[in-house]
């Protein structure tokens, strides 16, 4: 059996898997978040293949020996977490993402920790980083762009009904899960912020709304910002404003309009712009964004159909 059709077999039983849910009120000691007894250890789990490795530790797929239930193993490095002061950021990106439920948005199941380490048990993402898959690409065709595009304004959607900026969408960030359905899964700039503006410089720099470099309050609608340099970098390869040095992008982000070549259709240009605006209070809303003639056009009815079938994703 593959690791795919395991893994379509243990999500099955995952209905039946009791993983305790998580409470905002536990946190761990010396990170702060702390004291309660966690339901699981290391002991309960066996770890398998690494499947990647980031800026504090490792990706490793996993399963719990109770239930067969398979996972992705995130751990973290308590001391490089101390080290670069991002505790405060991972307890943030914990509590987000795991009252998060969307089938575009990577399940946090449950965290343990033990002296030197911090253990995620994360959705299994079998097709790992949309990054690559760009990569490999260059670039993805004007339906597929959509296809894609419409699972991520879906899942930034349901955020902002939970009152959660996301502030750092880019393909780095999106995983590919089962059947190919997309994954925002990083929250580690991720804010729940239900009333007030906020000022924090955060993200990555090219998908910067012009509100942020200019330091100016910022509300949700960087959100759309910056799934419209989504949009933008999937059809083109690269993001928008893309400049040899950091002012050159800080200058063409305040000032410039994208451009693009004469291939591209005027219906994706159009929808980019809308979502490009340099004003927040003018850019597209979540419904003129969906019922755009380009995303209904390539992810309704048939033509939805044939782009699930080719691409995966959940309709
Ligand atoms: P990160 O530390 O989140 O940047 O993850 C490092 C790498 O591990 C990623 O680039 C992915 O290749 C892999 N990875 C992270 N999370 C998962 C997951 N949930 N499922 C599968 N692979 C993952």
Not at 210 to 218: A, F, I, S, T
Not at 222 to 243: A, K, Q, S, T
Not at 290 to 296: E, R, S
């Amino acid at each position: 059996m593959d690791l795919r059709s395991l893994y379509v077999e243990l999500e099955r039983a995952a209905d039946a898997c009791t993983m305790a849910p998580f409470e905002e009120s536990v946190f761990m000691d010396d990170m702060a978040l702390g004291g309660e007894v966690p339901w699981f250890s290391l002991k309960d789990i066996d770890v398998g293949k690494r499947l990647g490795s980031g800026k504090f530790g490792a990706v490793y797929a996993a399963r719990e020996r109770r239930t067969g239930f398979v996972f992705a193993l995130k751990v973290l490095d308590k001391r490089q977490l101390i080290k670069h002061r991002v505790e405060h950021q991972l307890r943030r990106e914990i509590e987000i993402q795991s009252h998060c439920r969307h089938v575009n948005i990577l399940r946090l199941y449950s965290f343990f920790h033990d002296e030197k380490r911090v253990y995620l048990m994360l959705e299994m993402a079998p097709g790992g980083e949309l990054y690559s898959l760009l990569q490999q690409r260059g670039t993805f065709s004007e339906a597929r762009s959509a296809w894609y595009f419409k699972q991520m304004v879906e899942a930034i959607q349901y955020c902002h009904t939970k009152h959660i900026m996301h502030r750092d969408i880019k393909p780095e960030n999106i995983l590919i899960g089962l059947n190919d359905t997309l994954k925002i899964a990083d929250f580690g700039w991720a804010v729940h912020a239900p009333k007030s503006r906020r000022e924090t410089f955060c993200g990555t720099l090219d998908y910067l709304p012009p509100e942020m470099v200019g330091n100016k309050q910022y509300t949700h609608g960087v959100d759309i910002w910056g799934l419209g340099v989504l949009l933008y970098e999937f059809l083109m390869g690269r993001p928008p404003f893309e400049d040899n040095d950091e002012r050159g992008t800080y200058r063409k982000i305040k000032n410039s309009v994208p451009e693009f070549p004469p291939h591209i259709s005027r219906e994706a240009k159009d929808l980019v712009k809308k979502m490009l605006h340099k004003d927040p209070e003018q850019r597209a809303t979540f419904p003129e964004i969906l019922a755009h003639p380009w995303v209904a056009r390539s992810c309704t009815g048939t033509n939805a159909q044939r782009l699930q079938d080719r691409y995966g994703g959940i309709v």
